[in-house]
C-alpha cells in the first residue's frame, strides 16, 4: 500500500514551458486535491477533486489546468510556467468530505523551480 | 473568509511540554486539525477535533479548543528531538461542505537534547 505517490519528485523548468505533475493513490478514496507550498505561507489550494468527473478551483487556480483522469489519478499541468510558479506542490487524498472530518493524506511533494 | 494564525517558531528542551497555539475565525460548524511535515516530506496527519468539543487526548498529544477565543493548542509531553518539525493547525467547514481545508503558515518546533 503505497498511499499518495507523485512523480517527479524534481524538476527545472524554463520560463514558458510546459509540464504536468502526476499524482496518484491506492486508498479508494474519493477526493484529491493539489496544493502549493511557499515559504512563510502555509499550503494554499490550487484545485480539487470532490469525486471522480468532477474538478473545481481552489484559493490560486490561475496558470494551472486539472484532469481527474480515474479514481486514482489526478494531474496538474502548468502551460506556461512563470517563475511565480516556483514552489513545492503536494497531492493529497481523502475518502471524502461530506460532512465529516476531511482526513487528508498527503504525498512527497514535488519541488519545481521555474528559472 | 477563513484565516487560520500561528506563530512562527517555539524551541524547547528535550523532556519538556510544548504548546504550540493556532487562532481561526470561522464561527459554524468546524473540524480543526493538526498536521506534522517532517523535513523534506509531505505532510502528516496528527489529530482533528469538532467544534462541538473541548479536548481530544491522544498518548503525548492533547488538543484544546477554546470556542469563545476561537482558539485552538496542541500540547506535546515529554517532547523528544524527532518531533522537530513544522506544525501545521488547518480547518475545514460546513460553508463549503468541509471539502476544503484552510492552512495556516505553521510553527517550526525545534527541541534541543
Known amino acids: 500500500n503505497a498511499g499518495v505517490t507523485q512523480t517527479p519528485k524534481f524538476q527545472v523548468l524554463k520560463t514558458g514551458q510546459s509540464m504536468t505533475l502526476q499524482c496518484a493513490q491506492d486508498m479508494n478514496h474519493n477526493s484529491m486535491y493539489w496544493y502549493r507550498q511557499d515559504p512563510g505561507m502555509g499550503l494554499r489550494l490550487i484545485y480539487y477533486?470532490?469525486?471522480?468527473?468532477?474538478?473545481d478551483k481552489g484559493e490560486v487556480p490561475n496558470g494551472y489546468n486539472v484532469s481527474r483522469l480515474n479514481k486514482r489519478e489526478f494531474s496538474l499541468r502548468l502551460e506556461s510556467a512563470a517563475p511565480s510558479q516556483t514552489s513545492v506542490y503536494f497531492c493529497a487524498s481523502s475518502v471524502s468530505a461530506s460532512g465529516r472530518a476531511n482526513e487528508q493524506f498527503f504525498g512527497p511533494g514535488t519541488r519545481l523551480t521555474v528559472l | 473568509g477563513e484565516d487560520v494564525e500561528q506563530s512562527l517558531f517555539l524551541s524547547v528542551r528535550e523532556g519538556d511540554s510544548s504548546v504550540i497555539n493556532c487562532t481561526y475565525t470561522d464561527s459554524s460548524s468546524t473540524y480543526l486539525y493538526w498536521y506534522k511535515q517532517e523535513p523534506g516530506a509531505g505532510l502528516q496527519l496528527l489529530t482533528y477535533?469538532?467544534?462541538?468539543?473541548d479536548m481530544k487526548q491522544d498518548q503525548r498529544l492533547t488538543v484544546l479548543l477554546n470556542k469563545k477565543d476561537k482558539h485552538l493548542s496542541l500540547r506535546i509531553a515529554d517532547t523528544q528531538t524527532g518531533d522537530s518539525a513544522i506544525y501545521f493547525c488547518a480547518e475545514s467547514n460546513r460553508n463549503t461542505g468541509f471539502q476544503k481545508l484552510v492552512f495556516g503558515t505553521g510553527t517550526r518546533l525545534l527541541v534541543s537534547p
Open positions: 477533486s470532490a469525486s471522480e468527473g468532477t474538478t
Open positions: 477535533i469538532f467544534s462541538n468539543m
